[in-house]
């Protein structure tokens, strides 16, 4: 790693302050950031250190709406009692990311703007239509994520929380690349008021809605439905775990799965 | 800019300082400043979970934390198990199990086996022992002694 100077500020504000200096970067529990940072992939001035941030650190419902702070490790939202009776889905999504050592100190605001195109969070932003509240404004989950590793925060902006809406169902299905537990291909399913909502992460350069399927589940919310319903492997990623073909046909076979655990 | 800062944190239940730079890691500082060299780096990129300790009460890889991000906090590395000339359970039930070959991995199980233990109890369940050890790889022995040991261990913690 190049060294860097580091700042471990007791708010936002003094955080934002502290990134508009200079070639500075936010770090939250360090998962991704550190082993990008051991590669040399990049260089930075200061790191920033949202860990004595306090008060974007936690869980709360707030009316139709369950509210994750971004500071809140992985491991606390699969193991609070909250999350498990009001947003299932999420917890189990929580209890799935990486092994314990990693969900005890990596974040979901991390997970969030680090926008890996395997990791598991960002599917629930786009399988809830959550909303991004940041310190400088508010995301719609639909405008958040823009490519492999982008999103749509700019420069020096801070995710505070994130805004969940509470469904009638959902659920996460994760079919793990069993060597680094990321998702080959991760659907989470939701049903509300709304409409149903089927994001797919894993299989393309970025996090996206399953459109066919959502229309299909829509009229039938039953994994019969999803019966002639396929998906084109030509925008999908392609690697060493799976080729693209592989990775639409369990597009379709995971959706059907993670509509059954919704039941 | 970078150079270097002080901190200070309580490791084994004793107050260290040292100074080290912003990129220095925990396990650096617990290895080469403290020279607690019980905590190993096997590879470095966080997968392996041989450099597991046992940060405010939570089990995390050590190679992947910056030492000044411990400011204040309470660290236990497995020096900081045994009593004296006393093992700790986990530690006698890895020794009379045979839950280890060549011993790389074993700082890193046994501290992330404690802290298995300190979440889900003391009856631990092959399925949970396995699950919770997916952070922790062994290239030697093929695990199957490892859980044996740990729920040996976990046991022996509740008569502890
Ligand atoms: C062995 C291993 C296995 C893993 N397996 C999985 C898996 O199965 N599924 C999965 O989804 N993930 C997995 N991860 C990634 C893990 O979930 C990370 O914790 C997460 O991607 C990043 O969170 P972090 O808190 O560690 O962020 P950091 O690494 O500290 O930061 C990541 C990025 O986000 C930025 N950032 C952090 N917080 C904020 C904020 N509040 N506002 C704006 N920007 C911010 C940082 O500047 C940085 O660019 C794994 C990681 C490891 C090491
Ligand atoms: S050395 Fe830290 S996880 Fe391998
Ligand atoms: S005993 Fe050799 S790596 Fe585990």
Not at chain 1, 75 to 102: H, N, T
Not at chain 1, 197 to 225: I, N, Y
Not at chain 2, 7 to 16: F, L, Y
Request: proline content about 4%; aromatic content about 6%.
């Amino acid at each position: 790693m190049y060294d860097f100077d580091y700042y471990k500020p007791a708010s936002v504000a003094e955080a934002a302050r502290l990134l508009a200096a200079g070639d500075s970067k936010l770090l939250a529990g360090g998962m991704s950031l550190i082993p990008s940072l051991k590669m040399r992939l990049n260089r930075y001035s200061a790191l920033v250190d949202l860990g004595a941030v306090l008060d974007i650190k936690g869980i709360r419902r707030d009316g139709n709406f369950l509210v994750i702070g971004a500071m809140t490790p992985h491991a606390v939202v699969a193991a609070s009692a909250e999350v498990r009776k009001i947003l299932p889905a999420i917890a189990s999504l929580a209890e799935g990311i990486g092994d314990p050592l990693v969900r005890n100190r990596g974040t979901m605001g991390g997970s969030m703007a680090n926008a890996d195109p395997a990791a598991d969070y960002p599917s629930a932003i786009l399988g809830l239509g959550a909303t991004v509240v940041t310190h400088l404004r508010q995301i719609a989950g639909d405008d958040f994520f823009k490519g492999v590793f982008e999103t749509a925060l700019q420069a020096g902006e801070i995710i505070k929380e994130v805004h969940f809406p509470i469904p009638q169902k959902a659920a996460y299905t994760k079919y793990r690349q069993p060597a680094s537990r990321f998702a080959l291909v991760g659907v989470f399913v939701s049903k509300s008021a709304d409409g149903v909502r089927v994001a797919v992460t894993g299989a393309a350069p970025s996090v996206f809605r399953f459109t066919a399927a959502e229309a299909a589940l829509a009229k039938r919310f039953d994994p019969a439905a999803l019966d002639g319903i396929t998906i084109k492997p030509d925008d999908l990623n392609s690697d060493i775990h799976a080729s693209a073909e592989y990775r639409a046909h369990c597009v379709v076979e995971i959706t059907r799965r993670a509509v059954l655990a919704a039941q | 800019m970078s150079g270097t800062h002080k901190v200070s944190m309580t490791v084994n239940g004793k107050t260290v300082t040292g100074n080290v730079e912003g990129r220095t890691l925990l396990v650096q500082f617990l290895r080469e400043h403290l020279q607690l060299t019980g905590t190993h780096v096997g590879c470095d990129t966080s997968q392996c979970g041989c450099c597991t300790v046992h940060l405010n009460g939570n089990g995390v890889k050590s190679c992947a934390v910056l030492a000044l991000a411990c400011e204040d906090a309470n660290v236990v590395t497995i020096e900081g198990l045994a009593n004296g000339d006393k093992l700790h359970p986990m530690q006698e039930a890895f020794r009379e199990h045979h839950g280890l070959q060549c011993g790389y991995c074993t700082p890193g199980m046994i501290m992330s086996a404690v802290d298995m233990v300190n979440r889900n109890g003391f009856e631990l369940d092959e399925k949970t022992v396995r699950k919770h050890l997916e952070g922790n790889i062994c290239r030697c022995t093929g695990y199957h002694n490892i859980v044996l040991a740990v729920q040996a261990g976990a046991a022996a913690m509740k008569n502890s």
